[in-house]
T-cell receptor, first 115, second 115 residues
Framework: AQSVTQPDIHITVSEGASLELRCNYS??????LFWYVQSPGQGLQLLLK??????LVQGIKGFEAEFKRSQSSFNLRKPSVHWSDAAEYFC?????????????FGSGTRLSIRP | DAGVTQSPTHLIKTRGQHVTLRCSPI?????VSWYQQVLGQGPQFIFQ???????GRGNFPDRFSARQFPNYSSELNVNALLLGDSALYLC??????????????FGNGTRLTVT
C-alpha cells in the first residue's frame, strides 16, 4: 500500500539556521509529491510540488525540496529559517488512485524555532 | 477573493447524534474534497466531488456521506457519531477534477468534538 513516512515528529532549530525535514514514500511508480504547511488553527497551504522534470523544486517562502528516486525521498529544505516558519509540515503523495484526487499525507513534523 | 469557507468552526456533539458540516469552495472551483485530521496525525481523504458527482471515496464507513450542490458548495454528513469521529474536518477545493494536478486550497476546518 502507498504510504508516506515523516520520521521526525518534532524538530527545533535556531532562527537563522538551516533546516531539512525528511520524507520517504512508498509507491511503485513515480508519484506526485507535495509539501504542505499548517499553522495553528488554520488549514493547509501548499509549499511546493513535484510532478516530473528537474528533481530540485522551488517553492514559496524560500523552501525547496529534492526528489531522490533511489532513496524514495522528498526532503524539504530551507537555508535560513525565520520565527514565522514555526508550524506543522506535511509531506504528501498523490496520483495513487487514478479515479480520484486522493492525496496521502504523512503524520507531520512540528517545527519549533529557537530565538 | 474569498478562500474556502467552512461552517461551523467548532461543534460539540454527543455519541449517536448526527452532524452536518458545510463548505463553500473558491469561486470558479468545481471540485471539493473532504479530509479528516485526527489530533497528531496527517489529514485522511474522505471524499471528492466534482461537478456534483462523487469522484472518489476514502476508507471510511457508510456513516459518512457527502453531496455537492449546483453552486458547488458541499456538505459532509456523519451519522451515529462515535468518540473516534472527534477531529478537524478540512474541506479543499480545486479547479480541476484531478486535484493533485492542480493546487488544493484548504479551508480552516471544522473542529468536531464528540462527547
Amino acid at each position: 500500500a502507498q504510504s508516506v513516512t515523516q520520521p521526525d515528529i518534532h524538530i527545533t532549530v535556531s532562527e537563522g539556521a538551516s533546516l531539512e525535514l525528511r520524507c520517504n514514500y512508498s509507491y511503485g511508480a513515480t508519484p506526485y509529491l507535495f509539501w504542505y504547511v499548517q499553522s495553528p488553527g488554520q488549514g493547509l497551504q501548499l509549499l511546493l510540488k513535484y510532478f516530473s522534470g528537474d528533481t530540485l523544486v522551488q517553492g514559496i517562502k524560500g523552501f525547496e525540496a529534492e526528489f531522490k528516486r533511489s532513496q524514495s525521498s522528498f526532503n524539504l529544505r530551507k537555508p535560513s529559517v525565520h520565527w514565522s516558519d514555526a508550524a506543522e509540515y506535511f509531506c504528501a503523495v498523490g496520483g495513487v488512485d487514478s479515479s480520484a484526487s486522493k492525496i496521502i499525507f504523512g503524520s507531520g513534523t512540528r517545527l519549533s524555532i529557537r530565538p | 477573493d474569498a478562500g474556502v469557507t467552512q461552517s461551523p468552526t467548532h461543534l460539540i456533539k454527543t455519541r449517536g447524534q448526527h452532524v452536518t458540516l458545510r463548505c463553500s469552495p473558491i469561486s470558479g472551483h468545481k471540485s471539493v474534497s473532504w479530509y479528516q485530521q485526527v489530533l497528531g496525525q496527517g489529514p485522511q481523504f474522505i471524499f471528492q466531488y466534482y461537478e456534483k458527482e462523487e469522484r472518489g471515496r476514502g476508507n471510511f464507513p457508510d456513516r459518512f456521506s457527502a453531496r455537492q450542490f449546483p453552486n458547488y458548495s458541499s456538505e459532509l454528513n456523519v451519522n451515529a457519531l462515535l468518540l473516534g469521529d472527534s477531529a478537524l474536518y478540512l474541506c479543499a477545493s480545486s479547479s480541476r477534477a484531478i486535484s493533485y494536478n492542480s493546487p488544493l486550497h484548504f479551508g480552516n476546518g471544522t473542529r468536531l468534538t464528540v462527547t
